[in-house]
């Protein structure tokens, strides 16, 4: 419930600087998001008044009453159940049936098994703790340097907010009024674009390394078999993303449907039971049980930036600085960079699209090349410390220490920031389809 009608010509001083600097202080001392979020709301709904607090109760509960998040557990629940059933597993077999005679077939058949990935469970962390288990070993074997091998498959993961149907973008579209099918169609040139400059980067690392040197040759016979034995599971985004672009489904109604389907497949291979259902909606419940209290307690703290003109003393601030559109993006890049480095995707969502939509507008950038331009900017930070999500799920997967792993990744933050460039300079990589 967005009280963006109400007036106010409140100047911004210590009751909104106050519960900002409280904020920093609490994710300094690692106090979880939710509740640091949920804190600093109350603190500035009581020392700017710009709401009654009796109304938190109710704009908690309306902010995640909204019919598009229930397509977010139904991802997770299909990409867990992708697992479980083995399917994944025969993605990233056609995957490498199809790479794996390049000279870094291996490693580029992991990148795109990643992006099969994606296109399936719209989550990064889920990706990347799936496709490591399976791929890590393989790596090494191969010839990749361990900690090489997790940035690897920790940079390819990224992709799981980038290429649709992803739950980044389902919240984005929530949070600014835009449709989620509009901002999956638009995403699907940034993110094959994302997913090949990580295979480009990983290409010329091996050749100046020589990590992998693959003597196998392609066969069409071995990628036919392998094509067959992935038909079930490459139907299933086919399905999603096929639905959402003709208009059959909405993206609610995808996920959906792709629920069904795996578990229809799972069931009628045998590879899926009803004993490992319960743990199957137990494991997507807890990650769904982290991701929607962070939406149900940054709304009231987005509501009340926003009434106390926050964006619109934003914008005034960056426009004290320059005039120019095109520094003002790259001024805007940074701070996505930064809020990238140190906070999930979540919350940076629901922060800073509020904030930043405004100036965007201001300098004439459209609103969903905007979308995407902070979607793949926030990517980013998922392989960039302190906070890099993916490296710390990839650490935990395989053993290696997160620095290693964050000191192989920065050739791929490289390669994804000149991705983030393109779609900020050039709006017809977002926009191609309109």
């Not at 600087?17 to 904020?23: N, R, S, V």
């Not at 025969?90 to 098994?113: H, I, N, W």
């Not at 096929?242 to 059959?248: E, H, M, P």
């Not at 709304?299 to 926003?306: D, K, M, T, V």
Request: proline share 5%.
């Amino acid at each position: 419930m967005l009280y963006g009608g109400v007036e106010t010509t409140l100047e911004l001083g210590w009751d909104v600087i106050g519960p900002l600097l409280l904020l920093l202080v609490l994710f300094l001392f690692s106090v979880p998001v939710w509740v640091s979020l949920g804190l600093t709301a109350l603190v500035m709904l009581w020392s700017t008044g710009v709401l009654p607090l009796s109304l938190l109760g109710e704009s908690l509960f309306s902010g995640v009453d909204h019919y598009a998040l229930i397509a977010i557990p139904l991802y997770l629940l299909t990409g867990d159940a992708l697992v479980r059933t083995g399917l994944s597993k025969k993605l990233l077999d056609f995957a490498e049936a199809t790479m794996g005679s390049l000279r870094s077939g291996m490693g580029t058949s992991t990148v795109l098994g990643c992006g099969f990935f994606s296109s399936i469970s719209g989550s990064d962390a889920a990706g990347c703790a799936a496709v490591g288990r399976m791929t890590y070993s393989r790596l090494v074997e191969k010839g990749y340097p361990p900690s090489y091998a997790a940035a690897l498959v920790a940079a390819g993961s990224c992709t799981g907010i980038l290429i649709p149907p992803s739950i980044a973008y389902i919240i984005i579209g929530m949070i600014l009024g835009i449709s989620a099918a509009s901002l999956f169609v638009a995403a699907i040139v940034p993110g094959v674009l994302v997913l090949v400059s990580i295979m480009i980067t990983n290409t010329i690392l091996n050749r100046i390394h020589g990590y992998e040197n693959s003597s196998s040759t392609f066969s069409f016979r071995n990628w036919l078999a392998a094509l067959w034995s992935a038909k079930f599971a490459l139907s299933i985004p086919l399905i999603i993303l096929g639905g959402i672009y003709s208009g059959i489904f909405t993206p609610t109604e995808a996920a959906a449907v792709a629920v069904a389907v795996t578990l229809i497949i799972g069931f009628a291979s045998g590879t899926l039971t009803m004993a490992q259902v319960p743990a199957m909606l137990w494991s997507s419940a807890k990650v769904n049980g982290i991701i929607v209290p962070i939406i149900a307690v940054a709304l009231p703290l987005a509501q009340a930036l926003a009434l106390v003109q926050v964006p619109q003393g934003f914008a005034q601030f960056i426009r004290g600085i320059t005039d120019d559109p095109n520094l003002t993006i790259l001024l805007m890049l940074g701070v996505f960079i930064i809020a990238g480095c140190v906070m999930e995707a979540t919350p940076n969502i629901v922060i800073l699209a509020p904030i930043m939509f405004p100036l965007a507008q201001e300098i004439g950038m459209n609103d969903i090349q905007f979308c995407i331009f902070l979607i793949t900017s926030l990517g980013v930070g998922f392989i960039t410390p302190p906070l890099g999500l993916n490296l710390f799920v990839i650490s935990s997967v395989t053993g290696d220490s997160i620095l290693s792993v964050a000191g192989r990744s920065l050739p791929y933050v490289f390669s994804m920031l000149l991705v983030v460039l393109l779609i900020a300079f050039v709006p017809a990589i977002s926009t191609w389809w309109m």
